[in-house]
């Protein structure tokens, strides 16, 4: 498999980061309004730097915090700024990273806006970072994924001056939070350029050991704390496990090739910034995550996949090493935003009926609503698609407009020979058949398990001038 990256030009960031002097005359705050199906309840200024806006959505159907952080002399600078989303962990609010993790003192000086949302309501056990299965429980539709990634980030794009591309994007979080920002990176890769899980859970599935912890602390979470039944964030596994595959970044691990990925973790025991008192909880939950983390580490090496992980050793679940964490991560962010990776040939897999991805839009018609598809070392010369039933697929912009391209398809059931005509913006629409449209077959190992093999058989898609 042909492998290859392009490195952006820091100079073109570069130059939307520079400040203009500080004598030009301060201007307003930051307002904050309605846009990307985000309405603003209200909005408050709690100190120079730092905002609170309420706001509600039809997508959760209950009103949330966003916790804001704009850099030091927003108010004076006509300059766009890199965006880091934050996620708070278990039981969490908006406000925790500033009230517990230090994250305004630690990101002053940089020229950064972050941006931390609540992942749950008025401090329950959170939503695990997904469109709920159920979404007719007390906690209303919780459709969490659409909320943060849908709607949110056009929302801060539309009123803060942002870097509106995954080059000034990134995404992080603690605990459920690093799952969180792990799974959105695996399912999103070309939004965010970079990616940190601070004991996180980024193996929900692909690992049996794992899996079964995970299960056992998300059911916990939907009865203890969310007061909802056990199964209403995945589905019952029993029935839904390739529901669980689709967003475990485990499972997901080849879609973060093109995104730098940082995690940090303790084995659990009392370390140097503990208190001298033991917190036999905290230590249990860091092993827990700690074993989460390994097991996504073997994934990713198995798959070729470079990521970076600093097991520090002693260390238990707590703020003191979240707060250090982010204050590591930090400066390696800002690097990638000056150097932002890309993949030259495109591959992503996904359970979803339609996505697009890196300019590349794939939509199935099947018989089952959730199914693997996965595009493989796609580029302006030839890809190849795995899955059932047909695939109507839509290019890059790769061709002059109007240009009529030769288009072999070499599905298993014989080689078809077409034309194919760019429409106005250089894209090709083709139908692409697929696998004999089946029930899926159950179990990671099935799916997406055996490094290198496809859960479909592959059509192969060569693109040449006529």
Do not use: C
Not at 97 to 102: I, S, T
Not at 166 to 182: E, I, W
Not at 240 to 263: K, M, R, Y
Not at 379 to 397: I, K, N, Q, R, Y
């Amino acid at each position: 498999m042909r492998k290859g990256w392009v490195v952006a030009t820091a100079v073109a960031v570069l130059g939307l980061l520079a400040v203009v002097p500080a004598t030009r005359a301060r201007a307003a705050g930051p307002t904050f309004s309605d846009a990307a199906g985000i309405h603003v309840v209200s909005s408050s200024s709690i100190d120079s730097r730092q905002y609170n806006v309420q706001v509600s959505t039809p997508a959760l159907g209950r009103t949330v915090d966003v916790r804001i952080l704009v850099p030091s002399g927003y108010d004076t600078s006509a300059a766009r700024y890199p965006v880091l989303y934050l996620f708070h962990g278990t039981s969490g609010r908006a406000s925790d990273w500033v009230k517990l993790g230090d994250a305004e003192a630690a990101t002053a000086g940089v020229g950064l806006i972050t941006v931390m949302p609540d992942a749950g309501f008025n401090g329950d056990g959170g939503g695990w970072f997904t469109n709920w299965y159920d979404t007719k429980t007390k906690e209303g539709p919780s459709q969490w994924e659409t909320f943060h990634v849908n709607q949110l980030i056009p929302w801060v794009d539309a009123n803060l001056r942002t870097i509106t591309s995954r080059n000034g994007r990134a995404v992080a979080g603690l605990s459920q939070g690093g799952f969180g920002s792990m799974t959105y990176a695996a399912r999103h890769p070309d939004t965010f350029s970079s990616v940190a899980s601070f004991s996180g859970a980024p193996d929900i599935d692909y690992n049996p050991v794992t899996a079964l912890g995970a299960s056992a602390i998300i059911e916990a979470t939907a009865v203890g704390l969310d007061g909802v039944e056990p199964d209403a964030m995945f589905g019952p596994r029993a029935t839904n496990e390739i529901n669980w595959q689709g967003h475990d970044p485990a499972d997901l691990v080849t879609n973060l090739n093109g995104v730098d990925v940082s995690l940090w973790t303790a084995n659990g025991l009392p370390g140097p910034l503990d208190p001298p008192t033991p917190n036999p909880g905290a230590g249990g939950i860091e092993a827990a995550t700690h074993g989460s983390t390994v097991s996504f580490e073997q994934r990713a090496s198995m798959q070729s996949v470079p990521i970076h992980v600093n097991d520090y050793g002693n260390g238990t679940h707590t703020w003191p090493y979240w707060a250090r964490d982010l204050k590591q991560y930090l400066p390696q962010m800002m690097a990638t935003f000056a150097n932002p990776p890309v993949p030259l040939w495109t591959s992503y897999q996904s359970i979803d009926q339609s996505w697009s991805q890196w300019g590349w839009s794939v939509s199935v018609q099947r018989s089952a609503a959730q199914q693997f598809s996965s595009l493989i070392d796609a580029s302006a010369d030839s890809f190849m698609l795995s899955g059932a039933g047909t695939a109507t697929v839509v290019t890059p912009a790769f061709y002059p407009p109007g240009a009529v391209e030769h288009v072999t398809i070499s599905p298993t059931t014989g080689i078809t020979r077409t034309t194919a005509t760019a429409d106005g913006a250089g894209r090709l629409h083709l139908t692409v058949p697929l696998g004999p449209d089946v029930p899926p077959p159950l179990g990671s190992a099935a799916v997406i398990g055996v490094p290198g093999v496809p859960p479909w058989p592959l059509t192969m898609v060569t693109i040449s001038a006529a």
